[in-house]
């Protein structure tokens, strides 16, 4: 059984601090991996993902992998109040497995003003 | 102009009923999907579907069929319907070579 795994928090930070999100995964044939962030009653929106292992910019969001510990991770820097929301790890496998998406359990991130 | 359009976005019906859920993408993408979310923000697959081909079929009841008349369709349809179904159900999809997801909006379905 794939599993993908994160602390669902709340995960309280301050409003210019930075917010650290991580996940673990159990297969190692996974392939790629995604960060989503979903607000409260809508659809889950891609933020980034990473293949390769090491870090990955994009603006204010850092996503960085490694394979050998099977974690992934999200930074956001600069977290500003309209950062809060439901932050889902995803994993892409390879094979069969590369038609799905298997999501963590998300990790609700609180900025505070 | 929406990429992946799902109807309808509330569904209210009573346990016993059967119902079904349209999804629709205008993306030419050739891999669509079938996500329930529980109450707790769980998001588990439950269908996919590349080239109108089932790929994925996770262990999800009987009472769930999807149907994919065309690449850009994929529909669910729900027999004798109970109060654990009450989720919300997302469509999505994706270029099987690529990587990322397009998710519908989604269906909030109440088993009362």
């Known amino acids: 059984q794939k599993e993908v795994e994160q602390n669902s928090g709340p995960l309280s930070v301050p409003e210019g601090a930075i917010a650290s999100l991580n996940c673990t995964y159990s297969d190692r044939g996974s392939q790629s991996f995604f960060w989503y962030r979903q607000y409260s009653g809508k659809s889950p929106e891609l933020i980034m993902f990473?293949?390769?292992?090491g870090d990955k910019e994009d603006g204010r969001f850092t996503a960085q992998l490694n394979k050998a510990s099977q974690y992934v991770s999200l930074l956001i820097r600069d977290s500003q109040p309209s950062d809060s929301a439901t932050y889902l790890c995803a994993v892409k496998g390879s094979g069969a497995g590369s038609y799905q998406l298997t999501f963590g359990k998300g990790t609700k991130l609180s900025v505070i003003p | 102009d929406t990429a992946v359009s799902q109807t309808p976005k509330y569904l209210v019906t009573q346990m016993g009923n059967d119902k079904s859920i349209k999804c629709e993408q205008n993306?030419?993408?050739?891999?669509m999907y079938w996500y329930k979310q529980d109450s707790k923000k769980f998001l588990k697959i439950m269908f996919s579907?590349?080239?109108?081909?089932?790929?994925i079929n996770e262990t999800v009841p009987n009472r769930f069929s999807p149907k994919s008349p065309d690449k850009a369709h994929l529909n669910l349809h729900i027999n004798s319907l109970e109060l654990g179904d009450s989720a919300v159900y997302f469509c999505?999809?994706?270029?099987?070579?690529?990587?990322?997801?397009?998710f519908g909006s989604g269906t909030r379905l109440t088993v009362v």
């Open positions: 999505a999809s994706s270029q099987a070579t690529v990587v990322s997801y397009t």
């Open positions: 990473i293949y390769s292992n």
């Open positions: 993306l030419g993408h050739d891999t």
């Open positions: 579907y590349n080239n109108k081909e089932l790929i």
